[in-house]
């Protein structure tokens, strides 16, 4: 017991869950909801930017994409840092900075101010993600480490579709300044998963490890050298690829959904809103079923093969059916679905294949390569730039990714399930 909550226990005591476990692991994967909700407001957010300022295609991708580049950057600042000083030290300061400028994004006068502000949010995201995914590894027990883990992806998505239904109120009530009350509600869950965080206990399997480095053995110190080191190096680049790829391919569409419903289905703002409201809510709902059962029953290497191969039959259907009304939704939504499935694996690969000492950055690296992924993907494929590119040819490029994607998971990927977590 420590500050009257019930920790989770080593792997060696069991997988049954200890009282408190629940508390834990919402408020460890509270970071991906703020992630999701800042991010995918967006979507809801351009609707009015755009004609608000006047933004060309490269604005709207520059403005985007800026808190991807952030959060690389902050994920590769906390990871090491989660690792020498406490995970729960950098969960604590990671989300008062997130707090503090969500609303000060909200202010913004101009695109330059919307989009410096756009990027230290970013970057407070970006912090969270080797934290959240360290704590949730080192208290799940081990016949659900993966499932718990990957209730980020879960929290990202819970939090996407909470945005875009605020996006979707706001925007029929809130006239043409909504978007600055969209991005200021992110506020209201940092405030309460800000105060909630501080009750909780460092996690066990760091407190065993947070011995001085100096009396560490040289083969066990931390820190990045020790990552990318001969011991690691293979599976740390694996994920990193892994993810680099998934989000390069797999973000655009996904992230610029609204639009792509507004200008390519002829929706109205709202209509493309709710819609793509209903879809997140079934990718969320989904992955809560998927994670529970396929992904521990099959395990991580089978699970994302085979969501990666329907992301790109998705991808390719989809570029057949620009103008087919209901076919196209269908096809999309397969496509969309896939790639968020696709993701469920990243998490526990990122941290079963890494001691205490290391988990923290070795999973920074993972999470940065994503983000890095992402900020490349959304940069270049705009929405206008899809437009001028090609509906079939963008999306015949998708799918041809996914199915690299595919063969490089058969032949490099690495089953995780049974591996015991290395204190």
């Known amino acids: 017991m420590n500050n009257g909550t019930t920790i989770a226990v080593p792997e060696s005591a069991g997988a049954a869950a200890e009282p408190g476990l629940a508390r834990i692991i919402v408020l460890c994967a509270a970071g991906g909801f703020l992630d999701g909700y800042d991010l995918l407001i967006m979507g809801a957010a351009l609707l009015l930017l755009v004609p608000d300022f006047h933004l060309k295609g490269a604005e709207i991708g520059m403005l985007t994409s800026l808190p991807f580049l952030a959060m690389a950057i902050g994920a590769l600042t906390a990871g090491r840092l989660c690792d020498r000083f406490g995970r729960r030290t950098i969960y604590l300061f990671d989300v008062v900075l997130f707090l503090v400028f969500a609303i000060l994004q909200a202010l913004a006068q101009n695109l330059w101010q919307l989009g410096i502000m756009r990027f230290c949010v970013g970057f407070a995201i970006g912090m969270d993600m080797p934290t959240g995914s360290?704590?949730?590894?080192?208290?799940?027990?081990?016949?659900?480490?993966?499932?718990?883990?990957?209730?980020?992806?879960?929290?990202?998505?819970?939090?996407?579709?909470?945005?875009?239904?605020?996006?979707?109120?706001?925007?029929?009530?809130?006239?043409?300044?909504?978007?600055?009350?969209?991005?200021?509600?992110?506020?209201?869950?940092?405030?309460?998963?800000?105060?909630?965080?501080?009750?909780?206990?460092e996690t066990p399997y760091w407190r065993r490890a947070a011995e001085p480095v100096a009396e560490r053995p040289p083969a066990e110190r931390a820190g990045f050298a020790a990552v990318l080191g001969s011991r690691y190096r293979a599976p740390v680049l694996f994920f990193t690829i892994y993810w680099m790829v998934q989000a390069f391919a797999g973000g655009p569409p996904f992230i610029y959904t609204a639009l792509i419903f507004n200008s390519v289905l002829h929706l109205k703002g709202a209509e493309a809103l709710l819609l793509n409201a209903v879809l997140?809510?079934?990718?969320?709902?989904?992955?809560?079923?998927?994670?529970?059962?396929?992904?521990?029953?099959?395990?991580?290497?089978?699970?994302?093969?085979?969501?990666?191969?329907?992301?790109g039959i998705g991808a390719i259907a989809t570029s057949f059916l620009s103008g087919a009304g209901i076919g196209l939704v269908a096809a999309f939504s397969l496509f969309a679905v896939s790639t968020q499935m696709s993701t469920i694996p990243f998490w526990p690969w990122s941290v079963e294949q890494l001691p205490t000492r290391v988990r923290a950055t070795g999973q920074s690296i993972g999470s940065a390569g994503g983000k890095v992924g992402l900020f490349a993907g959304i940069f270049l494929f705009s929405p206008p730039f899809i437009k001028s590119m090609g509906w079939m040819p963008y999306f015949v490029l998708v799918g041809a990714i996914f199915a690299a994607l595919v063969l490089f998971v058969l032949v490099l990927g690495r089953e995780t399930r049974a591996t015991p977590l290395e204190a």
Request: include cysteine; hydrophobic fraction near 60%.
């Open 134 to 201: 360290a704590m949730l590894a080192e208290y799940s027990p081990p016949g659900w480490r993966g499932a718990l883990t990957t209730m980020l992806n879960t929290a990202w998505l819970v939090g996407g579709c909470v945005a875009t239904l605020v996006g979707f109120v706001l925007y029929q009530t809130a006239g043409p300044g909504a978007w600055r009350w969209m991005f200021a509600a992110a506020a209201v869950p940092a405030v309460i998963v800000a105060v909630m965080r501080h009750s909780l206990p």
């Open 280 to 311: 997140l809510a079934i990718y969320a709902a989904l992955s809560l079923l998927f994670q529970f059962t396929l992904l521990e029953r099959w395990g991580r290497k089978p699970f994302a093969a085979l969501f990666c191969a329907l992301a």
